[in-house]
């Protein structure tokens, strides 16, 4: 398979040197702005004023108005938001008050890397090898997914970390709060075959830092299975490693992830009926596999809260009321942030080292459950409005015009996530929710492009 993909790139006219140097050059920027960032401030100090990140956003501006006559035609509204949104992230730490967090300017610079991310939809050589490209991107991706979902399930299993500290695969114990899960195993049988301390079992995280942004993971996973599962031949090799992907998401106990998934899926079907599209056959093979998840997983979730505290056991009630505290606590020192800092906020990264300074008594040092107040309190609301229309946008304009499968499955991916940021943070406070929220955004916006044709024929996918 991996030979295949070789040969093809070898005997394309032109094999794409340029573009593999581009990616790579984006994987290996962030620990080169590291070590010039960390240079800078052993000179000038943390300094809000001026920093290497300034001098790099002056060198894309002005590489951008050079190359205007070329660039012009790429340009939309989704783009201009989004450099608006990241120049207002850099000015909210500009007009901060007090500390700034240590790494506000590399973590946006990550988040800068982004408009480079965009960049690849538009140029040439993606164009002409779009085929191939794709093609590995899927196989890589799903190799990846594998090695995941096997080390998510294995964790579960035998409660403890494989052993993968090479790939970053944390070292949870028991004494982690919000890694474990209180389940009374009286009320799921298989449970007392795996070992435990006091009825409290380590959650499926796989190589992340957390369980539930491998949740948010399995869910992008999961939904691009259900787009192979209607492109390709092989629906049942993706429709039982769909099976094995939703396992390894309820053993996640992500609430949020669930049910985002369940939702975002379903509408993957209504606009897939709406455009014509035969999934009728599709949707019965989905419906079985939910409904064997369902069988094996409901107590699980039931005992997470899926369905209220009144079907929970008194020990998964306990650990329940006191994450619900956590959260409404930082909730509230989030809408503080925002009464008292309404235009550029607390300042971008700034709100673990700040929160306690908006709140009477000491609060957990973690970010705000809700993806909305976290923007709004670090960057303003002004910020968070250009977000919002920003995804607004693009959505709107995507279902109007250029609706087609694989732009389908892109707004689901988009509405998973929004809907996950209800509940938790790490759609835009981690690497992987930006990913996921703005190259959604950036295929979006290009794919509905008179510049770029993105098609996936049958014969891409094997």
Do not use: W
């Amino acid at each position: 398979m991996y030979k295949k993909i070789i040969d093809s790139l070898k005997n394309s006219r032109k094999f794409p040197y340029k573009l593999i140097l581009f990616l790579s050059l984006i994987v290996i920027s962030p620990a080169i702005f590291k070590f010039l960032d960390h240079s800078f401030q052993k000179t000038f100090g943390l300094n809000r004023f001026i920093n290497v990140i300034d001098f790099i956003f002056l060198g894309f501006v002005s590489f951008c108005f050079l190359k205007k006559d070329k660039l012009k035609r790429y340009l939309s509204l989704e783009i201009g938001f989004l450099v608006l949104y990241l120049l207002l992230a850099r000015l909210s730490i500009l007009f901060s008050e007090g500390e700034i967090h240590h790494r506000a300017f590399y973590d946006l610079f990550k988040a800068y890397i982004l408009i480079a991310v965009c960049l690849l939809f538009v140029s040439p050589t993606f164009r002409k090898h779009q085929k191939s490209i794709v093609k590995i991107f899927f196989i890589l991706f799903f190799t990846y997914t594998v090695f995941e979902v096997s080390i998510g399930i294995m964790q579960f299993i035998l409660q403890k970390p494989i052993g993968f500290t090479v790939f970053n695969e944390p070292i949870f114990s028991h004494d982690l709060g919000s890694c474990k899960i209180r389940i009374d195993t009286s009320s799921a049988f298989l449970l007392k075959f795996l070992p435990s301390q006091n009825s409290e079992f380590l959650r499926a995280h796989g190589t992340f830092i957390h369980p539930n942004v491998f949740a948010g993971f399995l869910n992008v996973s999961a939904l691009l299975s259900l787009y192979l599962i209607y492109k390709t031949k092989k629906k049942l090799l993706f429709s039982l490693f769909l099976f094995f992907q939703l396992i390894a998401l309820i053993l996640t106990f992500s609430r949020a992830g669930f049910a985002a998934f369940i939702i975002s899926s379903f509408l993957f079907f209504f606009l897939m009926g709406l455009k014509k599209y035969d999934v009728k056959k599709m949707l019965f093979v989905f419906l079985t596999i939910m409904l064997c998840i369902l069988a094996i997983g409901s107590k699980y979730l039931i005992e997470r809260g899926f369905l209220g505290s009144f079907f929970q056991s008194k020990k998964a009630k306990e650990l329940n009321i006191l994450s619900a505290k956590t959260r409404d606590s930082l909730k509230d020192v989030s809408i503080n942030m925002i009464e008292k800092k309404p235009i550029l906020g607390i300042g971008f990264r700034n709100f673990l080292i700040k929160r306690n300074e908006y709140s009477k008594i000491p609060v957990e040092r973690a970010y705000v459950h809700n993806i909305y107040l976290l923007l709004g309190a670090e960057t303003g609301i002004l910020t968070l409005a250009i977000f919002i229309a920003m995804v607004l946008i693009s959505l709107i304009n995507t279902i109007k015009s250029s609706l087609n499968p694989a732009t389908i499955i892109s707004i689901c991916m988009i509405v998973s996530f929004l809907l996950i940021g209800f509940f938790d943070h790490y759609p835009i406070s981690s690497t992987l929710g930006r990913l996921v929220l703005f190259l959604n955004i950036a295929f979006l916006n290009f794919s509905k492009s008179k510049y770029l044709k993105f098609k996936l024929s049958h014969s891409i996918l094997y």
